[in-house]
């Protein structure tokens, strides 16, 4: 009898034995299954940050990145317009407005990207309007840099595709982004040798047209970019008062102005 019993009770602890066996495989397959989707997760977000990473070096404004875009941009805008030095549209327009500007500025790039195609729309096509532009290097080193390249383009009336390009491709103020390299690709993309681009660092005369347009700037009272000043062809201008650098608000001050006596 009692080696009866004693054989059930084996019996049981085996059993209870396999049942704990079994039980602990299967705990091990559940922790394995949750390990995989942790690592299939964990693979999916490198693979995300490879892909953010690589985007952010494609960034055009990356010196040594990918080439620069909006050359098309620039050139839709532009095609079939005088541009002759710093001027844009056509030299017999009775008003002229001219922007006081900084490439590194990123409100400036605003205006460019989001006002001023309307403005050669609605004003400049139909020679109501002319433009100038006067390029200021106040924000820092890589500003008069920019502005010097600019005027180098002017002289090759060029300057209005130069400065649209360099918007669409601007980088971070005075992150040391205008290289030599930078500014190779934006004067290719945007028409202009870049041999008189790079020279341009180095050139009095791009130098002098900075430092006046500094001055003119300073006697006009304008102390931000863009700042603009609306005149007669020949004649003095007169700061354009704007609400908002959007192109609605824009075209209603420019409207008014032009309609005042």
């Known amino acids: 009898m009692s080696s009866r019993q004693e054989q059930k009770a084996q019996a049981r602890a085996e059993r209870e034995q396999r049942e704990r066996q079994a039980a602990q495989a299967q705990r091990r397959r559940r922790l394995l299954a949750q390990l995989g989707s942790v690592l299939a997760v964990a693979a999916v977000i490198v693979v995300a940050l490879v892909l953010v990473s690589q985007g952010s070096k494609d960034k055009?404004?990356?010196?040594?990145?990918?080439?620069?875009?909006?050359?098309?941009?620039?050139?839709?805008?532009?095609?079939?317009?005088?541009?002759?030095?710093?001027?844009?549209g056509d030299p017999k327009a009775p008003m002229v407005l001219t922007e006081f500007a900084d490439l590194q500025c990123p409100f400036c790039r605003d205006y460019a990207l989001n006002v001023l195609p309307q403005v050669v729309q609605r004003y400049v096509r139909t020679k109501k309007l002319r433009l100038e532009l006067r390029m200021r290097g106040f924000i820092g080193p890589d500003s008069v840099v920019a502005a010097q390249a600019a005027y180098a383009a002017a002289a090759r009336d060029r300057m209005w595709n130069f400065i649209d390009v360099f918007y669409r491709n601007q980088g971070t103020e005075n992150s040391g982004y205008v290289t030599p390299s930078f500014l190779s690709k934006i004067a290719t993309a945007s028409g202009v040798p870049a041999k008189p681009i790079l020279a341009a660092k180095t050139s009095t005369g791009d130098a002098r047209s900075v430092q006046d347009a500094e001055r003119e700037a300073t006697a006009a009272g304008l102390t931000s970019t863009p700042s603009f000043l609306l005149g007669t062809k020949g004649g003095e201008g007169k700061p354009l008062v704007i609400s908002s650098l959007d192109a609605a608000s824009f075209t209603a001050a420019l409207d008014a102005a032009l309609a005042a006596p």
């Open 60 to 88: 055009p404004n990356a010196s040594g990145g990918a080439a620069v875009v909006g050359a098309a941009d620039a050139r839709a805008m532009l095609d079939g317009v005088t541009q002759k030095g710093t001027s844009l």
